[in-house]
């Protein structure tokens, strides 16, 4: 049952990863493409979530079955327990695949929402604007709150080394 907990929990947050670029997408295509933003994103809004629903398997795929333990780690007068997957695939890691999932997808929908914020700042209809502007703001701000997480991510990176996640 807690290999259950912890690969649900790994594999929701992949999820939400890869949500978010795709909501930092269709941002992008509304500012850039908006005659054709309904039409692309009525064709493909389903499978676009199925496509990410599927994909958030991949970094997490080797938690189904293999062992799981816990490993302790102490840094700055606190100790950390951490969910490792002892993998019969050599070079796998949840830490090395969810580095590489966070990492990724933050800088995808940072580029992405930085180039809407410059065609925000250029564009000139003010009521479409408005409500572009709102959309964007509320991808943008959810992009905002995982960034401390990629930080804290690319930290534990530092900490532990390369090696560590390459068991």
């Known amino acids: 049952m807690r290999l259950l907990e912890f690969t649900g929990a790994y594999y929701l947050n992949c999820l939400s990863e890869f949500l978010g670029v795709l909501l930092a997408c269709n941002r992008f295509t509304a500012l850039f493409c908006p005659i054709a933003h309904d ?16 994909v958030a398997i ?10 799981t333990g816990f490993m302790q780690l102490r840094a700055d007068n606190f100790t950390y327990y951490v969910v490792v997957a002892y993998s019969n695939t050599r070079g796998t890691s949840i830490w090395l695949n969810m580095v590489i999932v966070t990492v990724t997808c933050n800088a995808l929908s940072t580029l992405l ?7 925000l700042c250029t564009f000139s209809n003010m009521r479409l604007r408005t409500a572009e502007r709102n959309l964007f703001l509320v991808g943008f701000i959810s992009m905002l709150f995982s960034l401390p ?12 080394g390369m090696h560590g996640f390459l068991r």
């Open 39 to 54: 039409r692309i994103w009525m064709n493909v809004c389903y499978a676009s979530i199925i496509l990410c629903v599927l």
């Open 58 to 67: 991949a970094p997490v795929w080797f938690l189904f079955d293999d062992p």
């Open 113 to 119: 929402y930085s180039a809407c914020l410059v065609r």
């Open 149 to 160: 997480y990629m930080i804290l991510m690319v930290g534990v990176v530092d900490k532990i």
